[in-house]
């Protein structure tokens, strides 16, 4: 029997879990959210809550071990993504986009490049755009498809 199906959730500033859980429970997969500090989680036998130290990186080195094959892993952050990516785990952001083997190295190249952008104009540079319901809309069918692929092994 395959081990089974778990999506791992970086989950400090995650805008999706609620949605996460409500798949994981129509797919009745295993949710571990994992933050630094103590998140409401509702009740169920599929939903841990997973409350690591405030140590820098200590939510992303606990999901980076923790990610396998038959792992989904929801985070922004691309450095972890490519940890995940590399322990064989398929990678989404909460605004559904897919991380890839093919698309990681680029994204962590642009994320250099806008550290260094920021460095030199100071804080005037802006964010990221607002999460919108198009975004949740993305990530609930980006998480659908990736829960189908990996049922279907």
Not at 17 to 45: C, G, Q
Not at 91 to 115: D, E, H, W
Not at 133 to 141: H, I, V, Y
Request: proline letters at 7%; charged letters at 25%; a neutral charge.
């Amino acid at each position: 029997m395959p081990e089974p199906i778990q999506i791992l959730v970086d989950a400090d500033a995650c805008p999706v879990k609620d949605e996460i859980y409500r798949v994981a429970w129509r797919y009745e997969v295993a949710v571990k959210v994992v933050s630094n500090s103590r998140l409401r989680v509702p009740e169920h036998p599929l939903i841990e809550r997973i409350t690591v130290s405030d140590g820098f990186d200590a939510a992303d080195d606990w999901i980076a071990e923790a990610a396998t094959a038959r792992s989904i892993v929801v985070t922004a952050d691309i450095l972890l993504a490519d940890r995940a990516l590399k322990a064989g785990a398929s990678v989404l952001s909460p605004n559904g986009k897919s991380f890839t083997m093919a698309s990681i190295g680029p994204a962590i190249a642009t994320r250099a490049i806008m550290a260094d952008l920021r460095s030199g104009m100071g804080e005037n540079m802006g964010g990221p755009p607002p999460f919108s319901k198009a975004d949740r809309s993305q990530f609930l069918q980006a998480l659908d498809a990736a829960l189908v692929r990996l049922k279907r092994g």
